[in-house]
């Protein structure tokens, strides 16, 4: 049984930066592969970035180049380095892995 924690978000300005955190409770950690999804009121759950078992990654496009994934295996936490944050990446962020979903974390980015 998968349980996931993220943690991280909060109230940040425009051209700010965070790094979210997904503290993973499984054995299998290191080889399932993870990923990020953010949502707003009214809108569908939309994929931000994933990461394969082999450490392959993928991002939207409007995140390119500004946000990274990467796994911290030594704590078993899936991270999600976001920079020059845009009010538009406002929402909630989740990570996911096996199906299994986070409560997820709130970031607001202010104009």
């Known amino acids: 049984q998968v349980q996931l924690v993220e943690s991280g978000g909060g109230l940040v300005q425009a051209g700010g930066s965070l790094t979210l955190s997904c503290k993973a409770y499984t054995n299998f950690f290191g080889v399932s592969a993870m990923a990020w999804y953010r949502q707003v009121p009214g809108k569908q759950r939309e994929l931000v970035a994933s990461?394969?078992?082999?450490?392959?990654?993928n991002y939207a496009s409007s995140v390119l180049g500004r946000f990274t994934i990467s796994k911290d295996t030594s704590t078993k936490s899936l991270l999600l380095q976001m920079n020059s944050l845009q009010p538009e990446d406002t929402g909630v962020y989740y990570c996911?892995?096996?199906?299994?979903w986070g409560r997820g974390t709130q970031v607001t980015v202010s104009s």
């Open positions: 996911t892995m096996q199906a299994t």
């Open positions: 990461i394969s078992s082999f450490g392959n990654v």
